[in-house]
């Protein structure tokens, strides 16, 4: 079973639609007992950190989240939650990457919205069948800086990390489920580790 962590902080159900076009039932919970039971966990998100936090926090799922030890995998604001720290909100968040989540310096359009591709690209098995020319989706106007954890680096403004993994943790600053064929070899790569 595959359970999509429910934390208010939208994009839940394409997330949900993409896993079913692959041929896998999930659930979307904020329910403890059945995140511990999943087999694969599957934290999303689009939203502020402060507020998403928040949520975590007042239902013990911080603690539960960081605690798993089934494959996790983060997508967008959950890999920037699932970092030391985030500028947006002065949120203190989960600290499983020891990285730190910083606002795009300023220029004429700071948030990164749109295709962009790999510029570093590390081997592992959740990068299976990818590769540095393969395009992405991203929406964001925060991103987690480049530390030992990094698998993938995209450029915009500055190099970040978009792939991160750390033990049975893993990250993805994209949208998997709006990122075509890519995405949905990613997402397949995560549901096969």
Not at 80 to 105: H, V, W
Not at 120 to 125: G, Q
Not at 154 to 162: N, V
């Amino acid at each position: 079973m595959i359970a999509i962590i429910k934390y208010n902080a939208g994009n839940i159900r394409s997330v949900q639609n993409s896993l079913t076009r692959l041929g896998y039932e999930s659930i979307i919970t904020d329910n403890p007992a059945e995140i511990q039971l999943a087999d694969k966990v599957i934290f999303p998100g689009v939203g502020e950190a402060g507020s998403a936090m928040q949520y975590l926090k007042e239902r013990n799922l911080d603690e539960l989240i960081a605690s798993l030890k089934q494959p996790v995998l983060g997508i967008c604001l959950g890999l920037q939650l699932m970092c030391t720290y985030s500028e947006e909100g002065n949120t203190k968040c989960l600290g499983i990457f020891d990285a730190r989540t910083k606002q795009f310096p300023p220029k004429e359009k700071v948030s990164h919205i749109g295709w962009n591709n790999f510029s570093e690209l590390k081997s592992a098995e959740l990068l299976k069948n990818i590769t540095l020319n393969d395009d992405v989706y991203y929406v964001h106007g925060y991103y987690a800086e480049v530390c030992e954890n990094t698998l993938a680096t995209c450029d915009y403004i500055t190099p970040f990390s978009t792939i991160i993994q750390k033990d049975n943790f893993y990250a993805m600053q994209f949208h998997p489920e709006k990122s075509a064929d890519v995405g949905e070899q990613l997402l397949k790569n995560f549901l096969e580790l």
